[in-house]
């Protein structure tokens, strides 16, 4: 798994953020010094996109989409149309 989460990132379809930890050593449920969050690179918003990057990661847990996210994505296309409608008066 490793080895392609590099992969990804490498071809820039990952962001990987190191995980900072606090005075403690400890962060937010993490408590070790390799650990990392990824999200989702330039290349895979381009070639995939948000919408379907929900619709995988539903079916490989093997739930329904989550409609929070997809009313956010609704969200956040009507307010892209809604300024270029702007624009074009």
Partial sequence: VDGLLEKF???DYLIKHKLETSGDGATSAVQEDNAYQYAMGPRALIEVGRK??????AQVLDQEPDPTM???????NDD???DDDHHEN
Avoid at 70 to 76: D, G, H, I, S, Y
């Fill in 9 to 11: 990132v490498h071809m």
């Fill in 52 to 57: 379907q990057i929900i619709y995988f990661c």
């Fill in 70 to 76: 997809l009313q956010e994505l609704a969200n956040e």
């Fill in 80 to 82: 892209k149309h809604g």
